[in-house]
T-cell receptor, first 114, second 114 residues
Framework: AQSVTQLGSHVSVSEGALVLLRCNYS??????LFWYVQYPNQGLQLLLK??????LVKGINGFEAEFKKSETSFHLTKPSAHMSDAAEYFC????????????FGAGTRLAVHP | GAGVSQTPSNKVTEKGKYVELRCDPI?????LYWYRQSLGQGPEFLIY????????DSGLPNDRFFAVRPEGSVSTLKIQRTERGDSAVYLC????????????FGPGTRLTVL
């Protein structure tokens, strides 16, 4: 069965600094991978997804993630953090069987300070 | 256009009571998912509907949980004889169809069982 591990439940960066949120997955088949963001009192919003095309995936709000099969990783990065990036981020793998059943990691809360 | 809506936004009930949580998906979306998010955890899959039928209910924790989608649009998650351990945020998501479609999440219903 697929699983997802997010290293670091809390990450704090300065405004303008690099954002790196780590995600490792376990899957017996080629995975489909996702990053979602959750702002307070809002629903989960898709940032980006990997579906076996290009290994470097660009998403919304300047985020990108790179699929590395050898490391079973799908880390999320952004070159320069904004205050508005403060939120909780979830990595997910699809247990795909004709439909998109998502297995989520525990999440990483990103804080951005001035 | 309107996104996924869930009602109520908050529900407080007493142990042993019955509750119903409602999800209105995006119009035209045939796929509907329910997830449960406990405090400090990522969402966990509960059930998937394609149209009116529950195609995968493997995530429902026990027979106190049941969900319906009688007309292929609105879905109701029903919990009988609630327990304190059922306290969580219940999330609903919809997507256009089968496959690796993006899931659009509602804001969730926060259920508290006293």
């Amino acid at each position: 069965a697929q699983s997802v591990t997010q290293l670091g439940s809390h990450v704090s960066v300065s405004e303008g600094a690099l954002v790196l949120l780590r995600c490792n997955y376990s899957s017996s088949v080629p995975p489909y991978l996702f990053w979602y963001v959750q702002y307070p009192n809002q629903g989960l919003q898709l940032l980006l997804k990997y579906t076996s095309a290009a290994t470097l995936v660009k998403g919304i709000n300047g985020f990108e993630a790179e699929f590395k099969k050898s490391e079973t990783s799908f880390h999320l990065t952004k070159p320069s953090a904004h205050m508005s990036d403060a939120a909780e981020y979830f990595c997910a793998v699809s247990e795909f069987g004709g439909y998109n059943k998502l297995i989520f990691g525990a999440g990483t809360r990103l804080a951005v300070h001035p | 256009g309107a996104g996924v809506s869930q009602t109520p936004s908050n529900k407080v009930t007493e142990k042993g009571k019955y509750v119903e949580l409602r999800c209105d998906p995006i119009s035209g979306h045939t796929a509907l998912y329910w997830y449960r998010q406990s405090l400090g955890q990522g969402p966990e899959f509960l059930i998937y509907f394609q149209g009116t039928g529950a195609a995968d209910d493997s995530g429902l924790p026990n027979d106190r949980f049941f969900a319906v989608r009688p007309e292929g649009s609105v879905s109701t998650l029903k919990i009988q004889r609630t327990e304190r351990g059922d306290s969580a945020v219940y999330l609903c998501a919809s997507s256009p169809g089968q496959g690796i479609d993006t899931q659009y999440f509602g804001p969730g219903t926060r259920l508290t069982v006293l």
